[in-house]
C-alpha cells in the first residue's frame, strides 16, 4: 500500500496539507465555520443516542470515583507519597482526568478511526477536499460527554484545593489553564504520531489503545519513582509525568524552579513537531487504498 513511487491523484500536489504559512484571517474564520458546523453534526449524533450517551459518562464518573476511592485507601497506610500530602494527590488524579477527559472529548474518537479512513478509502476523499486533511482528520468529531466528565474532574480539584486552603492567584489559575492545553497537546500529537503506523500496517488500534492506558501513568506522583530509566523515559521520552504533575505543583506551589513549565511546553512543541513530520511523510508516501 505505500512504496517510493509519487502520489497518484488521490493526493493532489496542492493538497491544503502542504502549506507550509499559517491561515490567513479569512481563512481561519473558515475554519471556524467548519469546526463549527462539525460540533453541530456531533451534537445531533450525539443526541440520536441519548441513552448511550449518558451510560457513557455514568461510567466515566464510576472509574473516576473508584480511583479516588484507590488513593483514599492508599493514605490510611501512609501520610505521603514523598512530599505529596492526600489533597495534593487528589488534585493530581483530578487534574489527569481533566487533561485525558478533554483529550477524549476533541481528539480521541478521531485518530482511533484515521486505520478505517485508510482502509476503506475515506482518507482519499479527503485528501480531495479544499481544508487541511490533518484539521479534519483531528477534528471531525467530537465527544459531548468527555466534557461533562471534564468538569466533574474540575469540581473535584476545587474541592481538593480547598481542602488544603489554596487561594492560588488569577496568575497561577492561568498558568495551569496554559500548561493544562499543553499537556493535551502531548497526548494528542503522540497519539496522532502513532496512529499513523496504520499507514503502514493498516490497522494500529492495539498501538493507539496501548498508548491511552499509559495515561494511568499521569495520575502519580513524579516522587513516586526513584530516579532511573523509568522515570526518565517517561518525564522525556513519553512526558506523560509532566502532563498532570506540572500544573498541579504550580497551583499547590510546590515548582522549585520554571525549569519543568519550560521542559512541558518545550516537549509538546517537540512532539507536535514531530507528529507532524511523520505524518507528512506518510501522506508522500501513500498511493490510496485501491493501489
Known sequence: MTHDDPPSSAAPAQDPLTRSHPPAPSEARRYLAVYGMLWRNSLVREMGFKSNFLLWILVELLWFAIQLCFINVLYLQTDRIGTWSKWQVVMLVGTS??????????FLSNITQLSECIRTGKLDF?????INTRFLLSFRLVDLGGFVNAASALAVLAYAAHQLQLSPTVAQWLGFACLTVFGILIHYSLMFLLSTVSFWTVRSQGIVWGYYNLFNIARLPDEAFRPGLFKSFFTFALPMLLVANVPVRLLA????????????????????????AVWRYSVRHYTSASS
Open 126 to 130: 479527503m485528501l480531495l477536499l479544499p
Open 97 to 106: 482526568q481533566f487533561v485525558q477527559q478533554m483529550f477524549t472529548a476533541l
Open 253 to 276: 506551589g510546590k515548582l522549585s524552579s520554571p525549569a519543568q513549565m519550560a521542559a512541558l511546553v518545550l516537549l509538546s512543541i517537540i512532539c507536535f513537531l514531530a507528529s507532524e
